[in-house]
């Protein structure tokens, strides 16, 4: 008799699991945010004597982490981080990412800056061709948000304002989230570039400057390893 296959959530452990061997003992580790993670953390609870803390990149993450009784450390207190670690929402073969379902992005790219490596932890669901099938999460200022819209229309995406019942979704800086469909997104370098000079744009969800490193991706046949 054949195995069933792993359901989506045991791919996401799996990675989870295997992202433990970039931790570096002793060292404070960068964490992203999402459902991904959230299987990273609850790995990194098994280790978390060998590490000093944590940086986190969101309130949930924080919240997650201190539940393990993982400490978590303020980005600044770091001068640099030796890995990050984070999912993402589409990756593709050069290891840029579209990223910020979870609304976190900004934070995300802060962290992921400040991080010598960026391990990608994500199931099969997530590996592209091409970046922009995801809507892609723009972080804005509010005021700016209908001219941010109309620019992206310009360049034939469609925006859309997130919301969360029924009100503008406010992220942990205090800002609203575009979702831009109709995207398709064939220079990640460029693209990432000309949305941050859009003044109200605070972080744009292409994360091309700051690509992954690694990818450990889920898949039917287990965890394959991709460096970029
Ligand atoms: C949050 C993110 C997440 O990494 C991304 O949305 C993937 O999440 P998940 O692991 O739940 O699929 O960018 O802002």
């Excluded at 091409?130 to 001219?147: D, H, K, N, Q, Y």
Aim: glycine share 10%; with cysteine; net charge neutral.
């Amino acid at each position: 008799m054949s195995t069933p296959p792993l359901s989506q959530d045991e791919l996401k452990a799996l990675v989870g699991q295997a992202a433990l061997r970039y931790v570096v003992p002793g060292e404070v580790v960068g964490v992203g945010t999402g459902s991904t993670v959230n299987k990273f953390i609850d790995a990194l609870a098994t280790i978390k004597d060998k590490i000093p803390g944590a940086v986190s990149s969101s309130v949930a993450s924080t919240e997650r982490l201190r539940q393990h009784g993982i400490a978590v450390l303020e980005a600044e207190a770091v001068a640099q981080l030796s890995v990050y670690i984070d999912g993402a929402d589409e990756i593709d073969a050069k290891g840029y990412m579209i990223k910020g379902g979870g609304a976190a992005l900004t934070r995300e790219k802060i962290v992921a800056a400040q991080s010598r490596q960026f391990v990608c932890i994500a199931d099969e669901s997530k590996w592209v061709d091409t970046l922009g099938a995801f809507p892609l999460p723009v972080e804005v200022i509010p005021m700016a948000s209908a001219r941010i819209m109309r620019q992206f229309a310009a360049l034939g995406g469609q925006a859309s304002l997130r919301l969360k019942d029924g009100k503008p979704w406010v992220t942990d800086n205090g800002q609203h989230i575009l979702d831009v469909r109709g995207l398709k997104i064939s220079d990640p370098l460029g693209f990432e570039s000309e949305v941050n000079q859009w003044p109200g744009v605070i972080t744009v969800g292409v994360f091309a400057h700051q690509k992954a490193s690694v990818c450990l991706l889920g898949t039917a046949t287990g965890v394959k390893t991709y460096t970029f």
